[in-house]
């Protein structure tokens, strides 16, 4: 499974980014999908998390700003994200749990290659 993050960028504090990731490859089902991302110096922290039955989870610090989803139809993985803060500024990685074609061989974690979030004040 191949996962490629997208629309990350430069935006000033109090605008909005649209992420996506959209997955890719050969597998039985694409199950719980996330975002996470890691700041300079910290640690790799969640996001956002969507289950494929579309129930979400966030983190205090996103709660009312961020909002995740998912189009199971295109196996894309979408991260709105408004009121833009300086401390949201990371590389946002994209994370999706997969079972494998062979069912048989159970599931796996994938993680994309990140992109870029800087939020100027």
């Known amino acids: 499974v191949q996962l490629q993050a997208s629309g990350g960028g430069l935006v000033q504090a109090g605008g909005s980014l649209r992420l996506s990731c959209a997955a890719s490859?050969?597998?039985?089902?694409?199950?719980?999908m996330g975002w996470y991302r890691q700041a300079p110096g910290k640690q790799r922290e969640l996001v956002a998390t969507?289950?494929?039955?579309?129930?979400?989870n966030y983190a205090d610090s996103v709660k009312g700003r961020f909002t995740i989803s998912r189009d199971n139809s295109k196996n894309t993985l979408y991260l709105q994200m408004n009121k833009l803060k300086p401390e949201d500024t990371a590389v946002y990685y994209c994370?999706?749990?997969?079972?494998?074609?062979?069912?048989?061989?159970?599931?796996?974690?994938?993680w994309g290659q990140g992109t870029q979030v800087t939020v100027s004040s």
């Open positions: 994370n999706a749990d997969a079972t494998h074609i062979i069912v048989a061989l159970g599931s796996h974690e994938y």
């Open positions: 490859g050969v597998f039985f089902s694409i199950n719980a």
């Open positions: 969507i289950t494929s039955g579309g129930s979400t």
